[in-house]
């Protein structure tokens, strides 16, 4: 995972750490844990300090990720605005607790901007050769709180005009078995943070709460995929364990 930042933004401090929730496996005798983890940078936008994060949640094990998401909701500052991306391996059409304890802290753009929508960013066959969209769950979000105002979000390689040809076009693949979040934001320094982030309900309304705020600064979080073959059978997908 990474966080990219135009070159032009003032980076004010970079993080990140493995978590504490792990998944074990046992191999040969030999017990090894899954070690995932977590980025932030800090940046300024127009006298605004932003953390924005990234993170890949445990997708084979239920209870490391909710472990792991409990440990984000605990290490993000809370005194600024938040933008959280992420594969959470968790949420509408999937397995939803690790969501939910999620949005008990942060407010998800997707439902803020597009609540009728399903919006769902998961998955494509393993060989990204499928000639139909097999998407079927929403576990790849952005999430906010602290005074972040979300303006727009869209899925990106969703589309069946998105899938690329090999070079002698014999094979027609996806981008990734996922698809790509983008969503973009307005900060307004102005704001408490402490007063803008949910309060233990994770039932979300749509956006009349955060109207009326100025173009103070804007920043896109971006969630792609990277292309590449990857096997459900090896853990890369959620499962209810």
Do not use: K
């Amino acid at each position: 995972m990474a966080v990219l930042v135009q070159a032009d933004t003032e980076i004010l401090g970079t993080g990140g750490d493995t978590f504490e929730a792990a998944r074990s496996v046992s191999v040969g005798g030999l017990t090894a844990d899954i070690n995932r983890g977590y980025c932030t940078v800090d940046v300024s936008l127009d006298d605004a300090d932003v953390t924005v994060a990234s993170t890949h949640l445990e997708p084979s094990e239920a209870s490391s990720r909710r472990g792991q998401a409990g440990e984000l909701v605990e290490v993000l500052p809370t005194d600024r605005p938040v933008v959280l991306a992420g594969d959470f391996n968790s949420g509408p059409g999937a397995e939803t607790a690790t969501y939910e304890l999620l949005t008990e802290s942060f407010w998800d753009a997707h439902t803020t901007l597009r609540p009728t929508a399903d919006g769902y960013t998961c998955c494509q066959e393993d060989d990204l050769t499928n000639d139909e969209s097999q998407l079927s769950r929403r576990v790849d979000a952005v999430l906010y709180r602290g005074g972040a105002d979300p303006t727009a979000i869209e899925r990106v390689g969703a589309a069946t005009d998105d899938r690329v040809s090999l070079d002698d076009e014999s094979v027609t693949l996806w981008p990734s078995d996922h698809a790509g979040v983008v969503a973009t934001f307005e900060i307004d320094p102005t704001v408490d943070p402490e007063q803008t982030a949910p309060s233990g309900s994770s039932e979300q309304e749509s956006d009349d709460r955060l109207t009326g705020f100025g173009i103070v600064g804007t920043i896109t979080a971006l969630l792609l995929a990277v292309l590449g073959r990857s096997s459900r059978g090896d853990g890369d997908h959620e499962t209810d364990d």
